[in-house]
């Protein structure tokens, strides 16, 4: 198998940094952000444009309060009475204002909750096809609980800082705006009152430092806990039937208490540096008041000019605290966005050629099975283990039966993964109809081949959705059917409440083990195969009753070719040749007879299997019931 990792991510988290952790994170944090830019350029636009429009209108604020201190209260003050008009002027120039202002609000707030939606809809789609298209052999190295916390918790962490950056980018102009009105009114009370600026910018790298790797810590005990959830609910029937409960829930409760207290050291940084945020800008504002006072006193200034200044000062606090926001969400940020990268980074190509196989009406006949010289071993088994399969060979002629018999650990499941290309093999091949695995183009197995674990899976839908799957409108109601009655399911699913129609729940839990495995079979059965490979797939099925599904199977119109792991001897009877495993490797085949005959471990194995068929180990006894 051709493995490549490659990290062409948009925050590349082991790259070259610079020299300080909080350029860095500052640096990632805004790329990040670009990222978000770059999808959702029109969204963006029309939020900032909301969001400088609110800013643009609240700077008139300071102005309309100034005209209303020079022209309305002063004079009114002075001379002891209402200056009507202008009072009227300013009243409607507050209103008008505000209206703007209220529309610029809704505005951004709109558009900046529809970018970060989106965004997180993005990232969650790209995890989910990631997921699906990368090899069971990654699956097999990542805990659920983590895959689920990627695609959740960690994009949504990624993306937090959406919604706060129109507002971030919009007041710009509003402190751009309002500063240079601050320069132009009095220019000794601006540079007062802007003084807090550099105590902004180093409270910020402060918090950067010590938050972002309690951010990290936290992200990662998410995931920890979602893994802990995820293995005790998949496990309930082990827990309950056990008795562990109260393990479970001690275990359980001993991870959300590491992530409880890695959000309360993370809150603790977070409780300093919010009021420090927010009242940098008051004292900015005292500071102007004071010096204010003593310049009106000195008659440098006027009443006017000191409360606009103090009002602008007021305005340029929020800018200062939205950026400080946005600057917060950084380490959160950069960590769920890293994590999501990695997943997206990851490339494990199996490798597809361009070839396909015929499909069932043009070949008439199933599918030749040649495996050659196959050994496989696990990606992460010790160097001197022995193979999970080692030189194994053998074939199978178009629409045969062979069963695959072998003691526990012989390598029998694990050959049907590879049969089904769910893993490579570390040596030799697997060829079909004489085209290599790897030589098929991507889908070209799925069309012609179907794989039924014993394990049946169902899926929270309808009897027709979960054979039918994506082809639910392309089948038929009678094809259904004629899967179903080839599984032996027919009975028990027109007795149903509404037959195909009918709700299945969550993984069937409607349905006994045995009727879940045989709708597995009729959702590969009613896409024709030409190779069907049953990994010990009616195992919760009663024997008379896979006799029927085995007769069935092999009486359908062109014959597909059976590769089946038996355990029972009326299984293993119905197979036109019997292949029998042992440590990996193939130490005998041919008929059931003949192994019984010159296979003493053979014998010795499927006898332990005889208490249910004993006529079975009989090759003169009549011929099974099918």
Known sequence: MLVTVKHDGPVSHHQSRPA????????????????????????????????????ALTVADAWVLGYATENALTPSLREGEIQTSALLVACALFMGVALVRA??????????????????????????????????????????????????????????????????????????VAIGQMLLTDLVLALVGLAVFPAVIATNLVYQRYASPLQRDA???????????????????????LGREAEETARFAEQ??????????????????????????????????????????????????????????????????????????FPRSVVGHERVSRVLAEREDMGHGVGRLADRGASGHGIRVEVDALTYRYPDASPDADPVLGDLSFDVEPGRTVALVGATAS???????????????????????????????????????AVVPQTAFLFDGTVRFNVALDAEHELSDEEIWDALRAAQADGF?????????????????????????????????????????????????????????????????????????????????????????????????????ELLARDAAYADLVTAYAEDAPEALDPEAPEVVR
């Open 219 to 241: 992200q990662r005990l998410r995931g920890r806990v979602a893994e802990v959830a995820h293995e005790s609910f998949d496990g309930a029937l082990v827990v309950k039937t």
């Open 256 to 329: 959300t208490s590491a992530l409880r207290d890695a959000l309360v050291r993370a809150g603790r940084v977070q409780a300093v540096f919010d009021p420090v945020m927010e009242q940098l800008p008051n004292l900015g504002v005292l500071f102007t008041l004071g010096i204010g006072a003593l310049r009106v006193q000195s008659g440098d200034a006027n009443v006017a000019d000191v409360v606009t200044v103090a009002y602008l000062l007021v305005m340029v606090g929020f800018p200062i605290r939205a950026i400080g926001w946005l600057l917060g969400s």
């Open 411 to 449: 390598g029998k499941s694990t050959l049907t993964t590879l049969l089904t290309r769910l893993v490579d093999p570390t040596g030799g091949e697997i060829r079909y109809d004489g085209v290599p695995l790897p030589a098929l183009a991507r889908g070209a197995l799925a069309e012609q081949v």
């Open 103 to 176: 529309v610029g609000i809704v505005v951004r707030r709109l558009a900046a909750g529809i970018m970060q939606l989106r965004m997180e809809a993005h990232d969650r789609k790209a995890v989910t096809r990631q997921y699906l298209a990368l090899p069971m052999s990654w699956h097999h190295r990542h805990p659920t609980g983590r895959l689920l916390s990627n695609a959740n918790s960690d994009v949504e962490a990624a993306w937090t800082p959406i919604a706060p950056l129109p507002m971030a980018v919009g007041v710009l102009v509003m402190m751009v």
């Open 20 to 55: 300080t952790a909080q350029t860095a994170r500052l640096r990632d944090g805004l790329r990040v952000l670009g990222i978000g830019i770059r999808r959702e350029p029109r969204v963006f636009t029309i939020a900032v444009v909301g969001s400088a429009l609110f800013g």
């Open 493 to 593: 699913v027109a007795a149903l409440p509404r037959g195909l129609d009918t709700a299945l729940g969550e993984r069937g839990t409607s349905l006994s083990g045995g009727q879940r495995q045989r709708l597995a079979l009729a959702r590969a059965l009613v896409r024709h195969p030409r190779l069907l490979v049953l990994d010990d797939a009616t195992s919760a099925v009663d024997p008379e009753v896979e006799q029927r599904i085995l007769a069935a199977i092999r009486g359908r119109e062109g014959g597909a070719t059976l590769v089946l792991v038996a355990y029972r001897l009326a299984t293993i009877a119905l197979a036109d040749e019997v292949v029998h495993l042992d440590g990996g490797r193939v130490v005998d085949r041919g008929t059931h007879a």
